[in-house]
């Protein structure tokens, strides 16, 4: 019988599909780990990944996974007894299964797989379409047809393939936060109804699921992290009663700080009194973050509510084509020039085209990279002598790309001077993928795990529905304090010299985590920085019908969280825009003049 332990270490060695395959080696030589996890799947991998499938039914998982990470590892894994959980599988996770049993097979080793399926809901697509379902944040109806649909499974799939004694656990899409949760409810036995537990559990998934992120890099305060190239992946420490210690392996570059692991606590979320998941409705606002000793920090403090009775559905569908194309143009004046030029070439395709009876582009977009240009009409850079100028256009006719792809290298020599070529030569023409996320009731979806030839279901439990704002008043307003009336000397200095920033993306919606440096701080940050002053800073960014900001207080980390929904221009892949994650809108916003009292200012210190 598998003795329990009171403490599990559990490494993330990915943070999406492309992270460096390094970090599993470091991991694993170094790590001392229980558990090894994979977290490769986001909304724009499952799209590619469906693509991929659709040219080869063997595809649709991530290749790497089992090529160049597991192969060169197996047997350390066995040797240490390391656990291994990962969503690689994709689209298609019985193929990445298969094909790393005969890697397993060929080194004579005896690692079982599981499986974890139940979350491809294509094959009910006709009874999808007899509901009447609707896009959960635009309420548009279901589209005509999809590319891939698929339900965020949560970890009770993984827990119970680890106890019927899988070494390894290979998923399709659950929430990326399962792949820690699933082993944490199995070594420890916590029931699905100890919500703390559950949250607490989350959490650490949520920290670590993005690799490196946590561990300094993406870090505001990036000149203080040495070592990017060894940059440390990040290891949770996690014990029986919930409260865990994030960490990374010794002698590898990075930092761990209540800041480094904050910042990733904000990424990517929304209200943090309710973030939603599949076992737990999670309430982040009051968590601590406790520096204890060199690269280690102490997490408590999350509480859970019970589930609903829906799942996420992530669904992808295509809408008509896309192309990006990029040139460098240098010279006096560069900016304005690249303008003229790129719109110039879209000018003279549209009128061919009109003349061929195509309709016009559904879009396009000039941005002249190297200008300040992401910055819109805060950028300092009003004049360059040397710019990359980015040209993207849609369409639902491909030939109109392609002509359009054909036409960019005329630019060199009939019009302006400075072009010196397309960036990656003659771009290609790529379908555009839109989002569409919808609620399913649960015992619409059916989890399995798939293990030494056995089907195990997974039984959906009738949640009670709970609404985590009906029992106090979460606003933001309420709740943060406001600033003393001052008559002293007031300064203006940029948000980066009082707070720490982190942005991300869900869908079309970005959100933008802020971090006081100092407790004392935060309330002149907020009278400065708000929903309607971000809606005004950041209006170049967002939809003028649809956009709006809402604002959220995390007190436990002296923080706010701004969602700016509808800031994406599409987001994904169905963005034109060179920053469709708005990974870069927090660099923005960090430039955003801020008055407080030149007393406070000289007399606090920065928090550690």
Not at 288 to 302: H, Y
Request: hydrophobic share 40%; charged share 20%; aromatic share 6%.
């Amino acid at each position: 019988m598998e003795q329990k332990k009171s403490k599990i270490r559990i490494g993330c060695a990915s943070g999406f599909w492309g992270d460096t395959n390094t970090a599993a080696f470091q991991l694993v030589k170094l790590g001392q780990l229980d558990i090894l996890v994979f977290d490769y799947l986001s909304e724009i991998t499952m799209s590619i990944l469906a693509r991929a499938m659709e040219k080869n039914p063997e595809e649709g998982y991530a290749t790497d996974f089992v090529s160049r990470v597991m192969m060169p590892l197996l047997g350390d894994i066995a040797a240490q007894g390391i656990k291994v959980v990962s969503n690689a599988g994709g689209i298609n996770p019985h193929s990445c299964a298969r094909a790393l049993q005969s890697l397993i097979d060929a080194a004579g080793l005896s690692l079982c797989i599981a499986v974890v399926d139940g979350d491809n809901l294509m094959p009910d697509w006709d009874r999808l379409k007899s509901q009447n379902i609707h896009e959960m944040f635009d309420d548009s109806p279901l589209p005509d047809t999809m590319t891939s649909i698929n339900a965020y499974l949560g970890a009770e799939p993984v827990a119970k393939a680890l106890k019927q004694g899988a070494d390894i656990v290979i998923t399709g899409r659950i929430v990326d936060s399962a792949l820690v949760l699933g082993p944490l409810l199995h070594a420890f036995e916590w029931r699905m109804d100890q919500y703390d537990l559950l949250a607490q559990g989350s959490l650490a998934g949520h920290l670590i699921e993005c690799g490196a992120q946590c561990t300094g890099g993406n870090f505001t305060d990036w000149e203080q992290v040495e070592g990017y190239e060894n940059m440390g992946f990040p290891i949770a420490e996690c014990s029986a009663d919930g409260t865990f210690v994030i960490t990374k392996p010794p002698k590898t570059g990075g930092l761990v700080t209540p800041a480094t692991v904050g910042e990733q606590l904000v990424y990517e979320i929304g209200n943090p009194a309710a973030y939603v998941l599949p076992d737990v409705i999670c309430d982040f606002r009051h968590v601590l973050l406790q520096q204890d000793g060199d690269n280690r920090v102490v997490v408590s403090g999350a509480k859970g509510l019970p589930p609903t009775k829906q799942y996420k559905v992530c669904a992808t569908w295509r809408d008509g084509y896309r192309i990006s194309a990029s040139f460098m143009m240098a010279g006096i004046d560069a900016r304005r020039k690249g303008e003229r030029v790129a719109q110039a070439i879209l000018d003279k395709v549209q009128k061919v085209m009109a003349k061929r009876g195509a309709p016009p582009f559904s879009e396009t977009l000039i941005e002249i990279l190297g200008s300040e240009w992401t910055y819109g009409p805060h950028s300092r850079m009003q004049s360059s002598r040397e710019v990359i100028v980015r040209l993207s256009a849609r369409h639902f006719i491909r030939e109109t790309l392609m002509f359009l792809a054909s036409e960019i290298a005329q630019a060199a020599t009939g019009m302006a001077p400075g072009v010196t070529g397309i960036v990656g030569g003659r771009p290609k023409v790529s379908p555009v993928v839109r989002l569409y996320s919808f609620l399913l009731d649960k015992n619409q979806v059916r989890p399995q795990v798939h293990i030494n030839g056995q089907t195990l279901s997974i039984d959906t439990r009738d949640t009670a529905s709970v609404t985590a704002t009906s029992s106090e008043d979460l606003s933001l307003t309420s709740a943060l304090p406001v600033p003393e009336v001052y008559n002293k000397k007031m300064v203006e200095v940029p948000l980066v010299r009082l707070a720490w920033a982190r942005s991300g993306d869900k869908g079309d919606f970005s959100n933008i985590g802020v971090i006081a440096r100092n407790a004392a701080w935060l309330p002149w940050i907020y009278a400065s920085v708000n929903e309607q002053s971000i809606a005004k800073y950041m209006a170049h960014v967002l939809d003028p019908e649809r956009s709006r900001v809402d604002a959220y207080y995390l007190p436990g980390i002296h923080a706010l969280n701004f969602l700016l929904v509808h800031a994406l221009g599409g987001g994904g892949i169905a963005s034109l825009r060179a920053d469709p994650q708005g990974k870069a809108l927090a660099q923005q916003l960090l430039d955003m003049p801020i008055r407080i009292p030149a007393d406070l200012l000289e007399t606090t210190e920065v928090s550690p």
